[in-house]
């Protein structure tokens, strides 16, 4: 059974990077047609694709926030790293890494993200 895991600071500063990791236990993010992604939920608003990752390097990213996002992974410790720049308070929300044999089989239990000074 996958399972997925988030972690990061639970508040940022406006303009500063946001990163958080995601940690995949119980599959391989290298694993033939396996597929990692990020997807937000703002308060009031429907879930949010931010950005994904292939099992071969490939990434995807959302046209409205390929401008400040880029993605990472670790493979010796099987993690995938979601970067967000210029964060702003309407960043503010719930992240979640999914990922599987399609982009959303898994879900993590999400992270809140407060942007605030």
């Known amino acids: 059974q996958v399972q997925l895991q988030e972690s990061g600071p639970g508040l940022v500063n406006p303009s500063q990077t946001l990163s958080l990791i995601c940690t995949v236990s119980g599959g391989s993010i290298t694993a033939n047609n396996y597929y990692s992604a990020w997807v937000r939920q703002l308060p009031g608003k429907g879930l949010e694709w931010i950005a994904g990752?292939?099992?071969?390097?490939?990434?995807y990213y959302s046209p409205s926030l390929k401008s400040r996002t880029s993605l990472s992974r670790d493979t010796s410790n099987n993690q995938l790293t979601l970067h967000l720049s210029r964060v702003t308070p309407e960043d503010t929300g719930v992240y979640y890494c999914?990922?599987?044999?399609?982009?959303?089989?898994?879900w993590g239990q999400g992270t809140q993200v407060t942007v605030s000074s």
């Open positions: 990752l292939r099992w071969d390097g490939q990434t």
């Open positions: 999914t990922g599987g044999k399609t982009w959303h089989d898994y």
